[in-house]
């Protein structure tokens, strides 16, 4: 239905796009909500690196982490999905 090589790029900037400022009294908290077992943790780094490569993604200079956790698909592959 779509072209692989046509999706392989980032969207343009748009006029919403944006930072989130922290507040300076925002307390960080580091703690992992979801375990992953040794294997996904490599799928989810392969995952990552494979999304920066593609610049889907960037690299955060946020000291916050962003929750993920895998989701099966139907071809028996597993996509990321963030927890917000």
Avoid: C
């Amino acid at each position: 239905m779509f072209r692989k090589k046509a999706s392989e790029r980032m969207l343009t900037k748009k006029m919403w796009d944006h930072v989130i400022d922290l507040k300076k009294e925002f307390v960080l908290r580091k703690r992992k909500v979801y375990l992953l077992s040794r294997k996904e943790s490599k799928e989810v780094r392969k995952l990552i690196q494979e999304q920066t490569r593609k610049r889907y993604i960037q690299l955060s200079k946020s000291p916050q982490t962003a929750l993920v956790f895998l989701v099966g698909k139907k071809d028996g592959k597993k996509r990321i999905v963030q927890d917000y």
